[in-house]
């Protein structure tokens, strides 16, 4: 709009239902009328508006209206910069020979009375409607403003609406804002005297019709502004077009407010395109959510939390008032962009905050705890990759449970301060730290010929490291670098130890897998993809053979008291992320700290399938959280498993000397 944009304001708000009795809001009005905030004064001293006739309504059951003419500082400067004999001199230049005119109806507290207040500085003439007739003294003792006019508006009513309108086109010869900010939230259906239910006739068709019987003065006095205060509740809201239930069809009563706010946006984005062409802006708008009595309405013990929540959390009148003061008072002309996007963007940073809130406790919740309390006693247990995350604290559970705990790590300094924080943790002295890098086959080879020289017995072999390249490496036997630490590995380390765990009977081999799996495209002809185009995929590839590979070494052990079960641990917040490079790991961190679980959390699974005395006769399963889960379909292939099988052991090279399974 050009620079002469500013006109009068209209803020409309409802006076009380007549369900209700008359003594409830006299001492309502009266008490808000006590509570004056005594920062109001400071906004009034801010901006002075000659030849200006203002007219604003609102209800007495509202606080909406208190502060709804106070100018954002952030979106209005020239309001914000009043000051001095100079910015008065140069804000009436601005405003030279234009008239504008506002009412204002039922004023008792809230932001409505601080939106008149902010527009009251000056000569400005404007019509209260209200039961209380004392309203027109404080804004004028205020302000300073004498042209302040008291007129009655019910919203809830119709015929008042036209008897109102009637006074007003009969009396002003402009009109240049109506800001519709009425609203009421009533905790139980009540319908006015035309058989319209009361919420809705007071938020929205008291409005459409007062809008329809104004807008021959609006558009005479172009450009003019129509601003509806809606709320962002208005996403919970609906509306039925059914007449017999006067187009509210809710059994709830509160949710009848919603569905009035998502009217008010319906309406406001209708009359936008009716009025495209006619100098008249209409616009809708959140204020926030804000300390107002509308929240009375709600019964105890409900009104009890809602009213602690709203003294921390909650808006003051003032705060609420920005969003309608911008739209109504811009002086400078700006472009009006909807104020839904500023809304938007407040709602999904509390909303994010909320949402990851909300996923982190469940996550929490639902977290599988190994709940089994049996001890190790005299038990082995080979636990790879085991100097940080989920397999060190599988192996410090273990130990705490008393097992011989035998660390199979490729680094031998990092793996002896996690043996002795171990002891230092359980007190189990039973540690043992041996070398293994499973990317070299020769490395393998003599950690189980190692271990079959000097360990009598074997319980549970567990196979927790992995890793996830992000880069195409070779190993020295021609595999590439994932698959051989993941899948390859495992494959020939568990052929060289089935004996010893067939001797150690009952025994059990635990495969650590992944739910990533599923976004493998798996192919017998690439199980070995040295030169794959994204060598981040080979991750979900080999997790996908640990699976084929667990459910076809339990068939093969089939008639054995070896049992095998693969798991997926979870997301973990583990050093296995540590290899992707900056700065794809940056986003990856924060989401790991947000969502992730712990290595503790992580390790349970792994606990369950070595411990649980519920698991002696379940093999060739798959465990998330403690509990068994379906598989897909394609990791259910059980040829293909077998041909799996049949295609790693030409891959690592199993000599006519190893043990067959």
């Known amino acids: 709009m050009a620079d002469d944009s500013l006109k009068g304001a209209f803020v409309n708000e409802q006076e009380g239902n007549s369900s209700i009795p008359t003594d409830h ?9 006590q509570a004056k905030d005594r920062m109001m004064q400071e906004m009034f001293e801010q901006l002075s508006i000659t030849n200006r006739t203002h007219l604003v309504n609102r209800n007495a059951e509202s606080t909406h ?43 008792p507290d809230g932001y409505t009375l601080e939106t008149a207040r902010a527009h009251l500085t000056g000569t400005a003439v404007y019509w209260f409607s209200s039961k209380q007739s004392l309203i027109d003294n404080e804004i004028i003792e205020t302000t300073g403003n004498t042209n302040v006019i008291l007129k009655k508006l019910d919203l809830s009513s119709f015929q008042s609406v036209r008897d109102f309108a009637e006074d007003i086109n009969k009396n002003e010869d402009r ?17 006015n005297d035309d058989g319209v239910d009361l919420t809705m006739a007071t938020n929205q068709f008291g409005p459409f019709l007062l809008t329809h019987l104004l807008i021959d003065l609006l558009k005479k006095s172009a450009p003019s502004r ?5 709320s962002v509740s208005h996403f919970f809201g609906r509306l039925g077009f059914d007449q017999s239930k006067r187009y509210i069809p809710s059994y709830f009563p509160h949710l009848n407010y919603f569905n009035s706010k998502f009217a008010n946006v319906c309406f406001a984005n209708e009359l936008a395109l009716r009025l495209k062409d006619s100098n008249i802006t209409v616009n809708s708008l959140h204020p926030g959510i804000i300390k107002t009595d509308i929240w009375n309405t709600f019964p105890a013990p409900i009104s009890w939390p809602v009213a602690l929540f709203g003294k921390v959390f909650f808006k003051t009148a003032k705060e609420g008032c920005e969003t309608i003061v911008y739209l109504a008072m811009d002086i400078l002309g700006w472009e009006i962009c909807p104020l839904y996007i500023y809304a938007f963007f407040a709602l999904a940073a509390f909303g994010g905050l909320g949402l990851l809130t909300a996923i982190k406790l469940y996550a929490y919740i639902t977290c599988g705890i190994c709940s089994s309390y049996a001890r190790m006693n005299n ?16 192996a410090r559970d273990l130990a705490h449970r008393g ?25 189990n002295q039973n540690i043992i730290v041996k070398h293994l890098d499973l990317t070299s086959q020769k490395s393998i080879r003599e950690f189980a010929k190692d271990i079959n020289a000097t360990e009598s017995k074997l319980h549970v072999l567990i196979h927790n490291a992995g890793t996830a390249e992000t880069k195409s490496k070779i190993t ?14 495992p494959f020939l380390l568990t052929h060289l130890l089935i004996d010893l765990l067939k001797k150690s009977e009952p025994s059990r081999i635990v495969v650590v897998a992944s739910e990533l799996y599923r976004l493998a495209m798996f192919s017998l002809n690439k199980i070995n993809p040295t030169n794959a185009l994204i060598p981040a995929h080979n991750y979900y590839v080999s997790k996908f053979a640990n699976i084929y590979f667990t459910r076809e070494l339990a068939r093969r052990l089939e008639g054995t008291n070896v049992i095998v079960n693969c798991l997926h641990p979870g997301m973990i917040d583990s050093g296995i992320w540590r290899n992707v490079p900056a700065p794809l790991s940056w986003p990856i961190k924060l989401v790991v700290k947000c969502f992730f679980k712990s290595t503790v959390q992580g390790a349970q699974t792994s606990i369950h399938c070595a411990v649980s005395e519920e698991l002696e006769n379940v093999t060739g399963k798959y465990f998330v959280d403690c509990k068994e889960r379906g598989l897909s379909d394609a990791a259910m292939n059980d040829s293909k498993a077998k041909k799996l099988w049949e295609l790693s052991e030409n891959l690592v090279n199993l000599q006519e000397t190893d043990p067959k399974i």
């Not at 003419?69 to 914000?80: A, N």
């Not at 009109?175 to 319908?191: E, Q, R, T, Y």
């Not at 129509?226 to 809606?230: A, D, E, K």
């Open 25 to 33: 809001f006299l001492h309502r009005m009266l008490d808000m009328l």
């Open 65 to 107: 209206a208190e502060t709804s003419f106070r100018v954002l500082p952030d979106l209005s400067k020239v309001i914000r910069n009043f000051d001095g004999d100079k910015d008065w001199a140069q804000a009436d230049s601005w405003l030279k020979n234009i008239e504008t005119s506002a009412t204002l109806n039922h004023w």
């Open 175 to 191: 009109l240049d804002v109506l800001i519709h900010n009425a609203g009421v939230w009533l905790s139980k259906n009540v319908n």
């Open 226 to 230: 129509i601003v509806i205060v809606s």
């Open 379 to 394: 038990k082995t247990v080979i636990v790879t990759g085991a100097t940080s995350g989920i397999g060190k604290e599988t």
């Open 403 to 427: 097992a011989r705990v035998i660390l199979a790590c490729r680094n031998i300094d990092k793996a002896n301060e996690t043996k002795d924080e171990i002891i230092k943790t359980t007190g």
């Open 476 to 489: 020295e036997d021609g595999l590439e670098v994932t698959m051989a630490t993941n899948h390859f590995g």
